[in-house]
């Protein structure tokens, strides 16, 4: 296996930059550090407590947009569009127990690609001719949802594998509670029991 | 009613073959059981290992190794982390507590860990109990250790015992720290853990004993007196793992990305829980495998069965024959023979379930002092007695093919067979 246990996720490179850990990022002591980047393969951790929940999904572009290089075209730019919004729709994404009457209370979304779809004209330009080496991306989303008898929480379908279709394995580490677990879904197995 | 008096008798007449037919068939039945309630057993006590701890620290590497080597004490360490990124840990707002765990030298086979009092406070094993002493107290000199049950039983320490600790994992006479024995000031109840199994001593305690044995051996002069190694600075330089508990369980995602991230070393955390699970998925195959042999065993003994008892109806023709002259119609002699199948497999059943009871009787101090696992002898579970069922079914079932023949025969013989 060479999937590292840690996701060096973009979100985690904002906020390092925005904290005074960052101040290394542009150091000369620049730590080289990169997390595995399977594609086919998504990871999910989630954290309940009290009535909160917290979902958190990293995943290679690829399985998401199709692509992981810089949007160039205008249909690139559609794609991009399309599956932050699929990926916005935490609804239709996390399908919760009714009884435990889970609600959405905020989810971010964030990758390369889509920092890169303003400022894309520009750079092109000058990289479009640099046969600039394709770079790997990843698209980390977060949900936070607020449940009224999260007691009922005994599982979750995950109906990824269904919006994006180059989703091959999820692998979940989750804490609820006092309990802590892990598993693996697939297209076959998307059920998530606690 | 006559006509069960009559088979009784005659399974009486073939005891000997009967005997071997209902101890095979016991011998799978309790192989089957057995192998289940190992597995059951084997994967509680696994879970049961740590409990309340949220995260574990170790330097970047594999989660599995990690969980290894800091909690169940196997397999070594590919790198150590250093004390300030175990102070930067600690003070990190979310973390309500850390246990420092210093691991790579042994005693007699049995693994040292330096850590300090908090261990005793907030490692949690099972349903969150907490580590008690059957006798003395945490240690609180710096040559002070506290041996864990199995330590103490297998070796016959008691309170006040000096012992020598090794360096490494090889007992070997140069590789002994002797000038700084430690004293044993208290011994842990049994927890059915590796607990049992660990010699803990002061963090300190593993530094001084240290001092000096950087090239791996003591160098002469170097190596400070017992008493010398007191009066220095004695903060270790790099431990090996840490134990985090969490104020809040929801942040654990957080600090696990703050500890992965976590740029001035390399470092991974994980969630034992979590990792436990994976790991349980990765023996669950060998687990399967010795599941479906020991079902192959059962399907074994019930064809040995039926090839005892349609061996047996060839002799039996002439009492089938006998039978029907006295009254017995085709459909007595099916029942006759099927009812036989059904009890050979009840009594081997039965067997087999006293059988296994007697052997995790007499293996159970065995099995839980030689490899941790405690076997509990109750009430076979819903899903053991579910297997019995359809261990007694199929016997029945498979009953239906020797009645079946001697039915037929019965209708086909007369009184003139010749066997």
Same mark, same amino acid.
């Given at each position: 296996m060479y999937r590292a246990t840690s996701a060096l996720t973009l979100s985690a490179l904002v906020a390092s930059l925005l904290t005074p850990n960052g101040l290394y990022a542009a150091d000369e002591h620049a730590h080289r550090q990169h997390a595995a980047h399977v594609h086919g393969i998504a990871t999910l951790t989630l954290a309940a407590g009290d009535h909160e929940v917290q979902v958190m999904l990293s995943s290679p572009a690829a399985n998401i947009v199709g692509f992981e290089h810089p949007p160039a075209s205008e249909s690139d730019r559609r794609a991009v569009a399309e599956a932050k919004a699929k990926l916005e729709d935490a609804q239709r994404l996390f399908v919760f127990p009714p009884a435990a009457g889970c609600q959405t209370v905020h989810s971010e979304i964030q990758s390369e690609l889509f920092a890169s779809a303003h400022a894309a004209h520009a750079h092109e330009a000058e990289h479009e001719h640099e046969g600039h080496p394709a770079q790997h991306a990843d698209i980390v989303a977060e949900y936070h949802f607020e449940c009224a008898?999260?007691?009922?929480?005994?599982r979750l379908q995950v109906q990824l594998f269904e919006v994006f279709p180059a989703t091959e394995h999820l692998e979940v580490e989750y804490v609820i509670g006092d309990k802590q677990g892990a598993a693996e879904l697939g297209h076959a197995h998307p059920i998530l029991t606690f | 009613m006559p006509i069960l008096s009559l088979a009784w008798k005659s399974l009486l007449n073939r005891r000997f073959t009967v005997m071997l037919t209902v101890f095979s068939i016991a011998l799978s039945v309790a192989l089957l059981l057995g192998v289940e309630r190992l597995r059951d057993q084997t994967r509680a006590s696994f879970a049961n290992? /740590? +409990?309340?701890?949220?995260l574990i620290v170790g330097a970047r590497g594999g989660a599995v190794q990690l969980l290894l080597y800091s909690v169940f004490r196997m397999g070594d360490a590919s790198n150590n982390l250093s004390w300030e990124s175990y102070q930067a840990i600690a003070r990190h707002p979310k973390v309500a507590w850390t246990v420092p765990m210093s691991l790579g030298d042994s005693h007699r086979g049995y693994r040292v860990l330096g850590t300090n009092g908090d261990y005793f406070e907030h490692y949690r094993y099972a349903r969150k109990q907490a580590l008690s002493f059957a006798q003395g107290t945490p240690f609180s000199d710096l040559y002070d250790a506290v041996l864990g049950a199995e330590v103490a039983s297998a070796l016959g320490y008691r309170l006040g015992d000096p012992i020598v600790l090794a360096h490494g994992a090889s007992d070997v006479a140069f590789a002994r720290h002797d000038d700084k024995p430690f004293r044993v000031v208290g011994i842990l109840a049994r927890t059915g853990t590796p607990v049992d199994r660990t010699v803990h001593v002061s963090l300190q305690g593993i530094e001084a004993i240290h001092v000096g044995w950087e090239s791996g051996a003591p160098a002469r002069g170097l190596s400070p007196s017992a008493e010398r190694a007191r009066t220095m600075d004695l903060t270790p330089e790099a431990i090996t793992a840490i134990l985090v508990g969490l104020? +809040?369980? /929801?942040a654990t995602f957080q600090v696990q990305r703050y500890v992965n991230d976590y740029r001035a070393e390399p470092l991974t955390a994980i969630l034992p829980g979590a990792t436990l699970s994976q790991l349980w998925s990765l023996i669950g195959i060998a687990e399967n495998a010795l599941l479906i042999v020991s079902t192959f065993v059962v399907v074994v003994g019930l064809f040995g069965m039926l090839t005892a008892v349609l061996t047996s109806l060839n002799e039996r023709r002439r009492e089938m024959a006998i039978l029907r002259s006295v009254g017995a119609r085709p459909g007595h002699v099916f029942a006759l023979v099927m009812g036989e199948s059904g009890v050979l497999t009840l009594f081997g059943v039965a067997l087999g379930f006293t059988l296994l009871h007697v052997l995790l009787f007499v293996a159970q101090p065995i099995l839980e002092n030689q490899f941790g696992i405690s076997i509990a002898i109750g009430a076979p579970s819903l899903y053991e007695i579910s297997l019995l069922g359809i261990i007694c079914a199929s016997g029945i079932l498979i009953g239906a093919i020797p009645a079946y023949r001697a039915y037929k025969l019965s209708l086909a013989d007369g009184l003139s067979v010749r066997v």
């Open positions: 008898t999260p007691g009922k929480l005994e | 290992t /740590i +409990s309340g701890t949220d104020k +809040s369980r /929801i």
